[in-house]
């Protein structure tokens, strides 16, 4: 089992950023994949980006290729997006997730789930 604490969400005006964090304790963190997914209101949850146990592989949705970027850092068992260029459409609860397929791709199963930190866009 793995347990997921995000942190960093927060209120921004568009053009800003934010970092996310993403702290996991349990299992070896670097045996899992680490994603990023968000819920928008009225909308279903929707995958951000994913990174491979290794680092070695990074995957993004598209409307924020070029934007946003993950990353981890094995040695303190989180996981990182930084969020730049924000726009208003970035609105929404962003969740924390882990994978035990090591790839980490989009299609992975995702059975470990943080609480979720909200993200506000201000126009």
């Known amino acids: 089992q793995v347990q997921l604490v995000e942190s960093g969400g927060g209120l921004v005006q568009a053009g800003g950023s934010l970092r996310l964090s993403c702290a996991a304790s349990?299992?070896?963190?670097?045996?899992?994949?680490m994603g990023w997914f968000r819920q928008a209101p009225g909308k279903g949850r929707e995958f951000v980006a994913s990174?491979?146990?290794?680092?070695?592989?990074?995957y993004y949705t598209n409307p924020v290729k070029g934007r946003f970027t993950i990353s981890r850092d094995n040695a303190k068992n989180t996981v990182y997006l930084q969020m730049n260029t924000l726009k208003p459409e970035d609105t929404a609860v962003y969740y924390c997730?882990?994978?035990?397929?090591?790839?980490?791709?989009?299609?992975?199963?995702?059975?470990?789930w943080g609480q979720g930190t909200q993200v506000t866009v201000s126009s």
């Open positions: 990174i491979s146990w290794s680092g070695g592989s990074t």
């Open positions: 997730a882990g994978s035990s397929d090591a790839g980490g791709s989009p299609g992975s199963s995702w059975p470990y």
């Open positions: 349990g299992r070896t963190f670097s045996n899992y994949a």
